[in-house]
Antibody, heavy 118, light 108 residues
Framework: QMQLQESGPGLVKPTETLSLTCIVS??????????WGWIRQPPGKGLEWIGS???????NYNPSLKSRVTISIDTSKNQFSLRLTSVTAADTAVYYC??????????WGKGTTVTVSS | EIVLTQSPGTLSLSPGESATLSCRAS???????LAWYQQKRGQAPRLLIY???NRATGIPDRFSGSGSGTDFTLTVSRLEPEDSAVYYC?????????FGPGTEVDIK
């Protein structure tokens, strides 16, 4: 059974870059059956799609974040990553990675909390 | 961008009753590409329904989805205490994909 696990710093300073990695186990990320995505949830709020990547490296980003987001994939390590630049307090959230058979998410990571604060 | 509105905001019901949750889109959702998720407190969301009416793997048949175009419904029959959660809809037929604000279901 495939599992996803987010990892990265829990605290990031304002104006710096947030970097997270999603490690995929129980299956290969190098599959033409899935996209891989990032979603976030600010404290007490709803879900926001950040972006996604295909095994080939093609990406799709939320226009509201596109200027600050980069998602990459490393098939040799079976993982994909998120970089979000110039963070502010508004980027404080639980960040989830997920597997996408199409554009819904059928397998979710447990999530990792990222706080932006000096 | 398609805006999703969910109603009611909160639903309080008893075990054994049925819950009807609404998700309305600001414009037609392409190919009825709408999903429903359940999120319990402190947990990641769980996929319940995709393509408006297809149950995800392992989801009991108490959960059913329906609707098309701009109006979609999630029905949860024979409510159990473990169904207490926030339920989100997501449209993925139009870019950017968007989520609704959620409906909180409380089973007392």
């Amino acid at each position: 059974q495939m599992q996803l696990q987010e990892s990265g710093p829990g605290l990031v300073k304002p104006t710096e870059t947030l970097s997270l990695t999603c490690i995929v186990s129980g299956g290969s990320i190098n599959s033409n059956s899935y996209h891989w995505g990032w979603i976030r949830q600010p404290p007490g709020k709803g879900l926001e799609w950040i972006g996604s990547i295909y095994y080939s490296g093609s990406t799709n980003y939320n226009p509201s974040l596109k200027s600050r987001v980069t998602i990459s994939i490393d098939t040799s390590k079976n993982q994909f990553s998120l970089r979000l630049t110039s963070v502010t307090a508004a980027d404080t959230a639980v960040y989830y990675c997920g597997r996408r058979p199409y554009y819904y998410i059928d397998v979710w990571g447990k999530g990792t909390t990222v706080t932006v604060s000096s | 961008e398609i805006v999703l509105t969910q109603s009611p905001g909160t639903l309080s019901l008893s075990p054994g009753e049925s819950a009807t949750l609404s998700c309305r889109a600001s414009q037609s959702v392409s190919k009825n590409y709408l999903a429903w998720y359940q999120q319990k407190r402190g947990q990641a969301p769980r996929l319940l329904i995709y393509g408006a009416s297809n149950r995800a793997t392992g989801i009991p048949d108490r959960f059913s989805g329906s609707g098309s175009g701009t109006d979609f419904t999630l029905t949860v029959s024979r409510l159990e205490p473990e169904d207490s959660a926030v339920y989100y809809c997501q449209q993925y037929g139009n870019s950017p994909e968007t989520f609704g604000p959620g409906t909180e279901v409380d089973i007392k």
